[in-house]
């Protein structure tokens, strides 16, 4: 079982930026890849970044691409995602999930999530 909580989320301006924060619980947090997905109102929830157990390998989306950056540290269990540059198009809320599969970008590969933090871009 793993269990995690999100933190960072809020208001910003096309532009700024924001860090997110995603802390697990649990001894095995090493073994887990993890992503950030998001949902916008009223549309599916998408993969945003992902990083493998090791840290080695990360997928962005083409979207964000060249502005967000996701990190994780193993000795903190935790998993953050920096952005910057942000549009109102970002605007959704974002979930922190782990995978027992090392590097997924598949929804259905994450059987523990967050509750979510909202972040939301004005223009």
């Known amino acids: 079982q793993v269990q995690l909580v999100e933190s960072g989320g809020g208001l910003v301006q096309t532009g700024g930026s924001l860090r997110l924060s995603c802390v697990a619980s649990g001894r095995t947090f090493s073994a887990y890849g993890m992503g950030w997905f998001r949902q916008a109102p009223g549309k599916e929830r998408e993969v945003v970044s992902v990083i493998s157990a090791t840290g080695r390998n990360t997928f962005h989306r083409d979207s964000v691409k060249g502005r967000f950056t996701i990190s994780r540290d193993n000795a903190k269990n935790t998993v953050d995602l920096q952005m910057n540059s942000l549009k109102p198009e970002d605007t959704g809320v974002y979930y922190c999930?782990?995978?027992?599969?090392?590097?997924?970008?598949?929804?259905?590969?994450?059987?523990?999530w967050g509750q979510g933090t909202q972040v939301t871009v004005s223009s």
């Open positions: 999930a782990a995978s027992p599969t090392s590097f997924s970008t598949l929804l259905r590969s994450y059987p523990y």
